[in-house]
């Protein structure tokens, strides 16, 4: 999922892994020991499947790919970001955002399950929307304004995830991801041709700040 955002300051609230912590650092641990992927785009085959279940818990390969996906995310801009978007075939993925009530999110989870909510607790909401693997366009699409994600951390251990607003967003986004939906197949066919249409315009821009912002931070 993409978004614009700065560093958050310590002074702000932060959860991670759903929990609250006392102090954070702007730079997540995982961005400086990460290096930054490809971001795969739009019509690669791979975006278009369900990924496969993560099996292999508490390997450092599962570390390291998390840490990669954290850097690449930062370096995108990102809100959150799934294996599938640097090309891997794994049900996973990780956030960095703040909500809309100032409370900075951060973590990872594997093999994501989204809730039924009941239609007593629920309101569809609709905003502007973007994704990494989209470059360039947003558009306004309908989602539910609480999500509750249940899975699991990179170490096998069961994890609840809840957000509202924004943050609610993120998670859904991501979890249709590794299903093999992006935002495009929730808008209609029109509006879908024009994103892509203006998509074709920013990417060269959108990828080259990219660059840019992964050279700062050294990766």
């Known amino acids: 999922m993409a978004v614009r955002f700065g560093d ?10 759903g929990e609250p912590v006392d102090a954070y650092p702007r730079l997540a641990p995982e961005v400086e020991r990460g290096a930054v992927r490809r971001i795969t785009v739009v019509g690669e085959e791979i975006l278009g499947r369900r990924c496969q ?26 809100a959150g970001l799934a294996a599938n ?9 990780v956030w960095d955002i703040t909500d809309e009530w100032g409370v900075r999110h951060v973590g990872h989870i594997a093999n994501p399950v989204l809730d039924e ?18 470059p ?20 096998g251990n069961p994890l609840v995830i809840e957000g509202r607003g924004y943050f609610a967003r993120c998670l859904q986004h991501e979890t249709d991801h590794l299903h093999g939906h992006l935002y495009l197949d929730r808008i ?13 315009g920013a990417k060269e821009a959108v990828l080259a700040r990219r660059a840019a912002l992964a ?4 990766k």
């Open 53 to 78: 279940e993560v099996t292999g818990f508490g390997t450092p390969e599962l570390s390291r790919l998390i840490d990669d996906m954290f850097a690449t995310n930062r370096a995108a801009e990102g």
């Open 215 to 218: 050279a700062e931070l050294g």
């Open 188 to 200: 209609a066919r029109r509006e879908r041709k024009a994103a892509l249409r203006e998509m074709a």
């Open 85 to 93: 978007q640097i090309d891997v075939d794994l049900q996973l993925f």
């Open 8 to 17: 958050t300051p310590r002074d702000r609230r932060v959860r991670v892994q």
């Open 136 to 155: 360039g366009p947003h558009r306004v699409v309908p989602r539910l304004d609480r999500a509750v994600v249940r899975g699991r951390d990179k170490d």
């Open 117 to 134: 909510v009941a239609a007593d607790c629920r309101e569809l909401v609709e905003e502007s929307e973007g994704c990494l693997s989209v």
